[in-house]
């Protein structure tokens, strides 16, 4: 576990939580595709699926951490709609840059999003 400052920076939290998100999305990304769908990468191209791991990740927590908390006050609501948005949005993403099909697309968005968040509380739990 990251043992943060209770001072410490907001947007520097950000930054590491992001980094974080990041990181397990795009291996989860990769390990599904390789071994749940049976698809090669390579086949569907390595900076295609590198790609959409980083932009689907990119494209939706700043949302999280920023936009929602200024319209949504209860932590718990706005966590509850911000993952099931950015499940939403990321599985859209999934169809569009990796041409899979959206049930695929739903499985990769739900289990990336869902590892992130485990490995997220694990390593830096909420303040």
């Known amino acids: 576990m990251i043992h943060l400052p209770q001072n410490f920076p907001f947007e520097s939290r950000f930054l590491i939580s992001m980094l974080i998100t990041v990181i397990v ?13 049976k698809l090669s990468p390579g086949r569907i191209g390595w900076a295609r699926c590198l790609f959409a791991g980083f932009y689907a990740s990119f ?42 099909p959206l049930r695929r697309a739903a499985v990769l968005s739900l289990i990336a999003n869902m590892s992130s968040i485990a490995v997220g509380l694990t390593l830096l739990p909420p303040f």
């Open 59 to 100: 494209a939706t927590i700043p949302y999280l951490w920023f936009v929602l908390p200024a319209y949504i006050s209860s932590y718990i609501a706005c966590i509850l709609v911000g993952e099931i948005g950015a499940f939403i949005l990321e599985a859209i993403a999934y169809v569009f840059f990796l041409n899979l």
């Open 25 to 37: 999305e795009t291996a989860v990304i990769l390990a599904l595709i390789r071994f749940l769908f």
